[in-house]
């Protein structure tokens, strides 16, 4: 049953919430046309949904009172200033950004009554979540040990448009110390960066620690985690190397044919001929990929597994679209 309910996108001109609206395009429980809301230098930008156009609104003179469901795909400061106002009219209210306090919903939890501020999960907690969730199911984890590659893209457009400048840069011979660092700490062309987030005082960075969070909340077990995040020089996707262990034994095979009976999750795993999933391949796709299921033999009852996702697709818009959905059934009940 389609609802028209009521939707206010927050940050629709950015690199979110573009891919948002194409998944709410998809979407066969959401109709009516959402309300682009974005900096009064986008006002007046005419962007296309299901064969109409829609303008862009100018965030600062918007009222959300009529809104149903109000998404913030925008910058941290952005939507600190702007959730109170979101909250306060009643909408229930999705922060992508990590601007609120509020957490991700509990594995099986409802997403949030009215005036409710839910978090969108972090693309990374999201993917590896998908791919423990139906193998704790079988055979329970015990610990996780996850190596998380993050592409520029996680940092916006202006971390992606930093790299592409420093890499023509570099190509065209300049030296290194003519590039400049404006998004990320060090030069990020042809390097890798092992911070993703500002440090704590125990050495982990907070995307570390949220991700840590998330995966809890999205399992509904408090196992222990280890997460380390890195940038690397790449545009789109996400990948992680992951080190699992269970309390009961689970071979490489019996864990491959669980994931492979998972809709949300596509197996590519034949070592033979060099098959296996990359962060270009999984670009614009709403699926999350696992390659290089394999025994770890220092350590019983352990797998090692590559999983990789498009951020912006499978980690963040399929997600949001997913909870506005959700609210949609609930308002359609």
Not at 12 to 32: F, H, K, N, P, Q
Not at 131 to 139: R, S
Not at 224 to 235: D, N
Not at 253 to 278: F, M, Q, W
Request: glycine residues 8%; hydrophobic residues 45%; aromatic residues 6%.
């Amino acid at each position: 049953m389609k609802k028209r309910i009521r939707i206010a996108l927050v940050g629709a001109t950015g690199l979110v919430g573009r891919e948002i609206i194409r998944v709410l395009e998809e979407s066969e429980l959401v109709d009516a046309m959402p309300v682009f809301l974005a900096s009064k230098a986008s006002e007046g930008e005419e962007i296309p949904y299901k064969g109409l156009e829609g303008s862009v609104i100018d965030l600062e003179t918007f009222n959300f009172k009529d809104m149903d469901v109000v998404v913030f795909a925008t910058p941290k400061s952005v939507a600190a200033k702007y959730i109170p106002e979101a909250q306060k009219s009643g909408a229930v209210v999705l922060d992508i950004s990590g601007a609120s306090a509020a957490d991700v919903p509990v594995a099986g939890a409802a997403v949030g009554t009215k005036g409710k501020v839910v978090a969108c999960p972090q693309p990374a907690a999201l993917a590896l979540a998908e791919v423990l969730a139906p193998l704790h199911g079988k055979a329970t984890v015990t610990r996780v040990i996850s190596n998380v590659n993050h592409s520029t893209s996680s940092a916006g457009k202006k971390a992606m448009d930093e790299l592409y400048r420093q890499s023509v840069a570099l190509l065209g011979g300049s030296g290194a110390g003519a590039v400049e660092n404006e998004h990320f700490a060090a030069q990020m062309a042809f390097n890798v960066l092992p911070q993703v987030g500002a440090f704590m005082d125990d050495g982990r960075t907070t995307m570390e620690k949220n991700i840590q969070t998330d995966v809890h909340k999205l399992l509904g077990a408090d196992v222990p985690v280890s997460i380390s995040c890195a940038y690397v020089p790449t545009f789109i996707g996400i990948s992680q190397s992951v080190n699992v262990t269970f309390k009961n034994a689970l071979t490489a095979d019996e864990a491959r044919h669980i994931l492979e009976g998972c809709t949300s999750l596509t197996v590519i795993d034949n070592p033979k001929d060099s098959e296996y999933s990359t962060p270009f391949g999984a670009a614009e796709m709403a699926s999350v990929y696992v390659s290089r299921i394999r025994v770890d033999d220092s350590l019983p009852n352990t797998l090692n597994l590559w999983i990789v996702a498009d951020n912006l697709r499978a980690g963040v818009a399929e997600s949001a679209v997913r909870m506005v959905e959700q609210v949609a059934t609930g308002l359609a009940a």
